[in-house]
């Protein structure tokens, strides 16, 4: 990494297991900021599950995570935070205008009274994924792509400098995904830093300037044209580590810790 | 009934079942929401332990005492609940259904064991399965109206994060929200709206207070106050219906009453809301399809026209059934339909295309082509595969979609089938 760059995320040694079959094998990477980074990975790599990791939502095994070198805890009004459009029931009784205004919480009082500001902050965010026509919108009247660009404003509405989101571009359509893309670009240039789950793997390339490469362990970490190698790739979707899954599966049958207890991996 | 408003103890428990049902129904809505409306169930049964071991350790009915045990009690069968879920094989569902059986089960086992104790005053606690408003007391209401009073209290300062943990738990997980405090207080709040409802309900149909009155509400509105709302007036509005019968038959239970008249209202939302209502849906329906016989006919008209490119000549309704398999019943009604909209005009013994008919049948043939052009081009369809798709899509394209499609296809003149795409001169 070169010396100008500053360190956004550091993810050390983290070993997941979801339910208790292992999931994230001792992940271990740096991101710098300022970048459009993706996360790519066949089906059941883990992406998801890195990124809940990242934001605190599941505890993992072994290992840390560090944003702009401290924890999560510490910097959540820094971090946006993006869940995968299917993990909410989008028949609640609720509007546009109210979802959005979720993002401004953090920020506003006690039990999250919002006031004059948070309210044009969120237009504002609304006008920015060009949906401020829909503000009073009942939310289980959008198309796909209107949802995720209702999640994406609830995000932008956040103000943050790190954003997670999980398949932004999962169920819309072409001139969306356009949309969604510049929204992304255009908060890159911003200086936002910006870790995106992605499943396709030929707009990868043309998306992102920084690549995560998973599938169960780490495959590689780097700059989109250094990770998008053809033997990288084979080594993410191609050649299964049959020992890896097996062990994983032992893992799981026998109950057995992936961890033993009392290893301490944080030296402080 | 004109003792009934002269009885002042009847007005002070005709209030408070009213009170503790709206408290109950405006909790609920979150139950509902999370979709842990079973679980809400398992809670409401569950309590019945707690207010026998409750009775048997105080001697007493206070239901200060009798309400402790059905908290205690139902949150055990939360917690147990929660423990089948993470530290067994069992799913959400089974451990819902063992909960509520084993601990009501319990319950039933021990009121049984107390009433043939031979305790004087135990009479009553059986009143607690079923309800019974007319046997409260004066002290009683007030502790379970207080209750209900706190509770709806609690919802409305507590609103906006219980209505985020609701919707999108880990976003709101995310932004450092405290949501395992939330879930607490919203978990303990339905307990507590069960244990407040026991005499006046009864611990077996509790569950439906808590549930309908927001599954009903929902039917109207999109806007969760409103839903909440409305959840409070319908809960009000039975509740108020069965203490009344209560005290006009005392013999007869409360809950089953309350619930009878919730359950009215709840069929009488699904049938008739508007929108989401079975009747405005059969509505639309119906609307759909007779739109689509009357473009169907219309249709027709192009298609014997088109031969000799004269649409106008009037046409029996057997020159249409020639050509296209309309029941005679539905022809000579959709044929009526389009005279009274002035599509169709009767000429002798037929009727023929007036011209806004012409234009619409022109603009539905076209669409129809549009479509089996875009599923050609677009979807890689054999022209012989495309024709059955667009009798279905034609009739649903609008005419923001229609400039759409002609755009992305480049304004074609012809279809699949080397037929003429029609416009008006």
Same mark, same amino acid.
């Given at each position: 990494?070169?010396?100008?760059?500053?360190?956004?995320?550091?993810?050390?040694?983290?070993?997941?297991?979801?339910?208790?079959?292992?999931?994230?094998?001792?992940?271990?990477?740096?991101?710098?900021?300022?970048?459009?980074?993706?996360?790519?990975?066949?089906?059941?790599?883990?992406?998801?599950?890195?990124?809940?990791?990242?934001?605190?939502?599941?505890?993992?095994?072994?290992?840390?995570?560090?944003?702009?070198?401290?924890?999560?805890?510490?910097? /959540?009004?820094?971090?946006?935070?993006?869940?995968?459009?299917?993990?909410?029931?989008?028949?609640?009784?609720?509007?546009?205008?109210?979802?959005?205004?979720?993002?401004?919480?953090?920020?506003?009082?006690?039990?999250?009274?919002?006031?004059?500001?948070?309210?044009?902050?969120?237009?504002?965010?609304?006008?920015?994924?060009?949906?401020?026509?829909?503000?009073?919108?009942?939310?289980?009247?959008?198309?796909?792509?209107?949802?995720?660009?209702?999640?994406?404003?609830?995000?932008?509405?956040?103000?943050?400098?790190?954003?997670?989101?999980?398949?932004?571009?999962?169920?819309?359509?072409?001139?969306?995904?356009?949309?969604?893309?510049?929204?992304?670009?255009?908060?890159?240039?911003?200086?936002?830093?910006?870790?995106?789950?992605?499943?396709?793997?030929?707009?990868?390339?043309?998306?992102?300037?920084?690549?995560?490469?998973?599938?169960?362990?780490?495959?590689?970490?780097?700059?989109?044209?250094?990770?998008?190698?053809?033997?990288?790739?084979?080594?993410?979707?191609?050649?299964?580590?049959?020992?890896?899954?097996?062990?994983?599966?032992?893992?799981?049958?026998?109950?057995?810790?992936?961890?033993?207890?009392?290893?301490?991996?944080?030296?402080? | 009934?004109?003792?009934?408003?002269?009885?002042?103890?009847?007005?002070?428990?005709?209030?408070?079942?009213?009170?503790?049902?709206?408290?109950?129904?405006?909790?609920?809505?979150?139950?509902?929401?999370?979709?842990?409306?079973?679980?809400?169930?398992?809670?409401?049964?569950?309590?019945?332990?707690?207010?026998?071991?409750?009775?048997?350790?105080?001697?007493?009915?206070?239901?200060?005492?009798?309400?402790?045990?059905?908290?205690?009690?139902?949150?055990?069968?939360?917690?147990?609940?929660?423990?089948?879920?993470?530290?067994?094989?069992?799913?959400?569902?089974?451990?819902?259904?063992?909960?509520?059986?084993?601990?009501?089960?319990?319950?039933?086992?021990?009121?049984?064991?107390?009433?043939?104790?031979?305790?004087?005053?135990?009479?009553?606690?059986?009143?607690?399965?079923?309800?019974?408003?007319?046997?409260?007391?004066?002290?009683?209401?007030?502790?379970?109206?207080?209750?209900?009073?706190?509770?709806?209290?609690?919802?409305?300062?507590?609103?906006?994060?219980?209505?985020?943990?609701?919707?999108?738990?880990?976003?709101?997980?995310?932004?450092?929200?405290?949501?395992?405090?939330?879930?607490?207080?919203?978990?303990?709040?339905?307990?507590?709206?069960?244990?407040?409802?026991?005499?006046?309900?009864?611990?077996?149909?509790?569950?439906?207070?808590?549930?309908?009155?927001?599954?009903?509400? /929902?039917?109207?509105?999109?806007?969760?106050?409103?839903?909440?709302?409305?959840?409070?007036?319908?809960?009000?509005?039975?509740?108020?219906?069965?203490?009344?019968?209560?005290?006009?038959?005392?013999?007869?239970?409360?809950?089953?009453?309350?619930?009878?008249?919730?359950?009215?209202?709840?069929?009488?939302?699904?049938?008739?809301?508007?929108?989401?209502?079975?009747?405005?849906?059969?509505?639309?329906?119906?609307?759909?399809?007779?739109?689509?016989?009357?473009?169907?006919?219309?249709?027709?008209?192009?298609?014997?026209?088109?031969?000799?490119?004269?649409?106008?000549?009037?046409?029996?309704?057997?020159?249409?059934?020639?050509?296209?398999?309309?029941?005679?019943?539905?022809?000579?009604?959709?044929?009526?339909?389009?005279?009274?909209?002035?599509?169709?005009?009767?000429?002798?013994?037929?009727?023929?295309?007036?011209?806004?008919?012409?234009?619409?049948?022109?603009?539905?043939?076209?669409?129809?082509?549009?479509?089996?052009?875009?599923?050609?081009?677009?979807?890689?369809?054999?022209?012989?595969?495309?024709?059955?798709?667009?009798?279905?899509?034609?009739?649903?394209?609008?005419?923001?979609?229609?400039?759409?499609?002609?755009?992305?296809?480049?304004?074609?003149?012809?279809?699949?089938?080397?037929?003429?795409?029609?416009?008006?001169?």
């Amino acid at each position: 990494m070169k010396k100008e760059e500053k360190i956004a995320l550091e993810a050390h040694n983290l070993t997941v297991s979801y339910g208790a079959r292992p999931v994230l094998w001792d992940v271990d990477f740096e991101l710098p900021e300022k970048k459009l980074i993706g996360v790519i990975g066949p089906n059941g790599s883990g992406k998801t599950t890195l990124l809940k990791t990242i934001m605190g939502l599941i505890e993992p095994l072994s290992g840390y995570v560090e944003i702009y070198n401290q924890n999560m805890d510490d910097v /959540r009004n820094r971090v946006s935070y993006v869940p995968q459009r299917e993990s909410v029931d989008w028949d609640f009784p609720a509007s546009v205008l109210d979802v959005v205004m979720m993002g401004r919480y953090t920020k506003s009082g006690l039990f999250g009274r919002a006031g004059k500001d948070d309210r044009k902050m969120a237009m504002n965010a609304l006008e920015q994924v060009g949906m401020a026509g829909f503000s009073n919108r009942q939310i289980s009247k959008l198309s796909g792509g209107q949802q995720q660009r209702v999640f994406l404003a609830r995000s932008l509405a956040q103000q943050a400098d790190f954003y997670l989101m999980d398949e932004p571009f999962a169920g819309v359509d072409a001139a969306s995904e356009r949309a969604i893309l510049d929204i992304l670009t255009g908060m890159r240039d911003k200086g936002k830093t910006l870790l995106i789950v992605h499943h396709d793997l030929h707009t990868a390339a043309e998306f992102f300037d920084y690549i995560i490469l998973l599938n169960t362990r780490l495959v590689a970490a780097g700059p989109t044209s250094e990770v998008l190698t053809t033997e990288n790739l084979q080594l993410a979707y191609g050649a299964q580590l049959t020992v890896l899954s097996q062990v994983a599966d032992l893992v799981k049958e026998k109950d057995f810790p992936v961890r033993e207890k009392g290893l301490k991996d944080r030296q402080q | 009934m004109s003792n009934f408003w002269n009885d002042p103890n009847a007005i002070i428990v005709l209030l408070g079942t009213v009170l503790l049902s709206m408290g109950a129904a405006v909790v609920g809505n979150f139950t509902f929401l999370r979709k842990r409306a079973l679980v809400g169930d398992a809670v409401a049964h569950s309590v019945l332990p707690g207010i026998c071991v409750a009775f048997l350790i105080s001697g007493s009915k206070d239901p200060i005492w009798l309400m402790l045990g059905a908290v205690i009690a139902g949150w055990i069968s939360l917690l147990v609940m929660d423990f089948i879920i993470r530290k067994t094989r069992l799913k959400a569902d089974t451990a819902t259904g063992l909960v509520l059986s084993v601990f009501f089960g319990l319950g039933i086992f021990m009121l049984t064991s107390i009433q043939h104790s031979g305790n004087a005053s135990q009479t009553g606690l059986d009143k607690f399965l079923f309800g019974n408003a007319a046997s409260m007391m004066e002290r009683d209401v007030y502790i379970f109206a207080g209750t209900a009073v706190i509770l709806l209290i609690l919802t409305l300062v507590f609103y906006r994060p219980f209505r985020l943990v609701s919707f999108n738990r880990e976003f709101a997980e995310s932004i450092g929200m405290p949501v395992w405090f939330y879930e607490f207080l919203l978990s303990t709040m339905t307990v507590l709206a069960v244990a407040s409802g026991i005499q006046a309900v009864g611990v077996v149909l509790m569950a439906a207070l808590l549930i309908t009155p927001a599954a009903a509400g /929902r039917y109207w509105t999109d806007k969760l106050p409103i839903m909440m709302l409305l959840s409070a007036l319908f809960a009000g509005i039975s509740a108020w219906g069965g203490t009344w019968v209560s005290f006009a038959v005392p013999s007869m239970p409360t809950g089953p009453w309350i619930i009878m008249f919730l359950s009215i209202i709840a069929i009488t939302s699904i049938l008739i809301a508007p929108q989401r209502g079975i009747v405005a849906r059969n509505r639309l329906r119906r609307r759909n399809e007779s739109k689509i016989l009357r473009e169907n006919i219309l249709k027709t008209f192009y298609y014997l026209g088109q031969a000799n490119r004269d649409f106008k000549i009037p046409r029996t309704a057997q020159d249409l059934l020639e050509i296209r398999g309309f029941s005679v019943k539905e022809l000579q009604l959709g044929l009526r339909l389009e005279s009274k909209i002035g599509n169709l005009v009767r000429n002798g013994n037929g009727w023929a295309l007036s011209d806004e008919g012409l234009a619409e049948s022109f603009r539905i043939v076209r669409l129809h082509r549009l479509w089996e052009m875009y599923l050609n081009k677009r979807l890689h369809l054999k022209p012989d595969h495309v024709h059955q798709g667009a009798e279905a899509i034609e009739h649903v394209i609008t005419p923001e979609l229609e400039k759409l499609l002609e755009e992305e296809l480049g304004h074609p003149t012809l279809d699949p089938h080397q037929s003429e795409i029609p416009y008006l001169p």
